[in-house]
């Protein structure tokens, strides 16, 4: 695809959270197949601590979010962390971007998290191409656009909410409701807000999602801004396999017990272990991983658990040597490797994003416990709209309890309901790798991308784009 003399370079800028940079990276692979010359642009501090697949070829620098020596979690509060970025960060990647043009590498385009408004302000004063690129679901992005467009005020009012192209949503099932056991702070609410300030002046709107899982809200999209679904961004290897030896998403934050894990699956009969993970950032109550803990050991159900370390003290006293014939509690999962793994009989998660787009791409049936932000938003989607699980309910104390749990997870593995689940996963997973394969609705959009980037580099060199691409 590359063009003599036409060699655009894309800088790629995450939120600096293992979310965020799963996706970015994999589209970044994506370009980088294509002819596209990139460089991944990650924090100082994360720069320290991460763990990079050797065989990651993608060029990385970094810029400062202000705790360049001691981290992000140690800012005083949501608003100091998100402040500190936005001041250091704006300041570092104008810098960045004077220093490649200095050395002969200019960037063409900025592609950047839309968690975050300030970087296309900077990509303006250089005059790059002003993408952003949502990691959350484009029901979660429209609804918090019109938040910020003062179309829906808090606190919700009213039994229902109605949203372009979506089912009536209650205030619950939005990223914006307070409940007074989990709400979420001011600050953060007001910086998810704020990602959509600006958002009219982006030059192309990226999603990790593909067409035909939003597909009205896509068009409704369509209609205000160049938009285009690219994902599911997972390892091409679980997809379509045309991006070799691309087999993991190659920069982890946490270390997973790959072969603990798998080795452990590989003697359990096929559909009948239990997976659970919240993630790396949902942080449940201590009472709800005890209900959890009693939950899995009355499930008489074999059980792979990834309780991260700063988790482990909430667990119920022996539970972990109590069951261990039953099973397996680690502090992080190769997931991907554990979705895919035939053992597996449904997914308990906290239903993040990414953790959702991976089970309907390897057709996992779920047990949807959303936490909070996009969480409830993208549960009631997956009972509701997409069929591929049943979404439990906490009681008046927020908690879901341990009978909950066995009853949904014994539904999905044994039940009618989970037959009906099964099938419904079957078609996802077939749609899903039909978008991102060869002439797909996100193959395309990338090539589409693609050839917008050289038209572009062309034109700066006084040169004729081609009328068409071929991938």
């Known amino acids: 695809m590359e063009k003599k003399g036409c060699n655009p370079h894309v800088l790629i800028l995450p939120y600096p959270a293992q979310g965020h940079i799963n996706p970015m990276l994999q ?33 990385m620098e970094t810029i400062s ?24 960060g704006s300041r ?49 992005s429209t609804i918090l656009y019109h938040f910020n467009r003062g179309l829906l005020q808090l606190p919700l009012s009213g039994s229902h909410i109605s949203m372009p192209g979506m089912p009536l949503l209650q205030p619950s099932e939005t990223p914006l409701f307070f409940d007074g056991l989990i709400s979420i702070p001011p600050a953060l609410l007001e910086f998810v807000g704020n990602q959509y300030s ?12 593909f067409y035909k899982l939003e597909e009205k809200i ?23 396999k045309r991006l070799e030896d691309d087999k993991d998403y190659g920069i982890k934050l946490f270390k997973p017990k790959t072969s603990d894990c798998i ?17 790396s950032v949902a942080d449940p109550r201590q009472e709800q991983m005890e209900e959890f803990a009693w939950g899995l050991k009355g499930s008489n159900c074999y059980f792979l658990w990834a309780v991260r370390e700063s988790m482990e003290t909430k667990l119920p006293k022996k539970f972990v040597e109590e069951t261990s014939d039953q099973g397996l509690v680690v502090s992080w999962c190769p997931q991907l490797e554990v979705l895919a793994h035939e053992s597996i009989g449904c997914f308990v998660t906290h239903c993040g994003f990414n953790s959702v787009l991976e089970a309907l791409s390897l057709g996992v049936p779920m047990v949807a416990m959303p936490q909070w932000v996009d969480q409830p938003t993208n549960a009631k989607f997956v009972e509701d709209v997409w069929g591929t699980g049943i979404r439990v309910l906490p009681d008046e104390k927020g908690i879901v309890g341990s009978q909950v749990l066995q009853k949904c997870s014994k ?30 609705s996100s193959d395309s959009n990338i090539n589409e991308f ?6 572009m580099e062309l034109e700066m060199q006084g040169m004729h784009a081609p009328e068409e691409i071929v991938a």
């Open 92 to 140: 570092t990647l104008a810098k960045l971007i004077k220093k490649l043009d200095d050395i002969g590498q200019p960037a063409t385009a900025l592609v950047y998290d839309g968690l975050l408004h300030w970087p296309l302000d900077v990509a303006k004063k250089f005059g790059l191409f002003k993408v952003a690129f949502f990691t959350q679901s484009c029901a979660v």
């Open 263 to 279: 080795n452990w699956l590989n003697d359990k009969p096929s559909g009948s272990v239990v997976y659970v993970s919240f993630g």
């Open 65 to 88: 979010d202000g705790f360049d020596d001691t981290g992000p979690q140690n800012a005083d509060g949501f608003a100091a962390c998100f402040y500190s970025f936005k001041i250091h």
């Open 27 to 59: 589209f970044a692979k994506r370009l980088v197949s294509k002819g596209i010359r990139v460089t991944f642009v990650t924090t100082v501090y994360l720069s320290k601590t991460m763990h990079v697949d050797p065989e990651t070829s993608i060029a």
């Open 198 to 209: 600006n958002i009219d002046e982006a030059d192309w709107i990226l999603f990790n999602s």
């Open 411 to 440: 539904e999905i593995m044994e039940g009618e309901k989970g037959k009906e689940i099964k099938k419904n996963g079957k078609k996802w997973k077939e749609l899903a790798k039909e978008a991102i394969d060869e002439g797909g």
């Open 450 to 455: 693609v050839a917008k980037l050289l038209d």
């Open 218 to 240: 896509v068009d409704w999209m369509a209609k205000r801004w160049k938009v285009g679904t690219v994902g599911p961004t997972l390892p091409s290897m679980y997809l379509d």
